[in-house]
């Protein structure tokens, strides 16, 4: 069975870094694209950064880049989200989505078929 799990969210201050994980489980990391989704309360779910499986290829969002850094190890079967710089807007539900494929992630949340179940982050004095 396919899985997806997300962990690392908490409550930081702003100025301050977290780093969200997902571990996959129930298929093999390689070959599948992952991508990170966020949802603030009252606010449609959107795509935050996205990962190719083949080269590598990173996309963010312009609200995030510069701040945060996607990265897989297959090996691991993980997908983490660095995130640094955070700001009071970036509170959220984050999630973790794959769609099997190796080349053009997209930060589109119709791409992927398979998500996690989210991990709260939020960033608040």
């Known amino acids: 069975q396919l899985q997806l799990v997300e962990s690392g969210g908490g409550l930081v201050q702003p100025g301050g870094s977290l780093r969200l994980s997902c571990v996959v489980s129930?298929?093999?990391?390689?070959?599948?694209?992952i991508g990170w989704f966020r949802q603030a309360p009252g606010k449609k779910r959107e795509g935050v950064s996205c990962i190719a499986s083949s080269d590598g290829t990173t996309y963010y969002a312009d609200s995030v880049r510069g701040r945060f850094t996607i990265s897989r190890d297959n090996a691991e079967n993980t997908v983490d989200l660095q995130m640094n710089s955070l700001k009071p807007e970036d509170t959220a539900v984050y999630y973790c989505?794959?769609?099997?494929?190796?080349?053009?992630?997209?930060?589109?949340?119709?791409?992927?078929?398979?998500w996690g179940q989210g991990t709260q982050v939020t960033v608040s004095s």
């Open positions: 129930g298929f093999t990391l390689d070959g599948y694209i």
């Open positions: 989505a794959a769609r099997s494929g190796t080349y053009h992630p997209s930060l589109g949340e119709w791409f992927y078929d398979y």
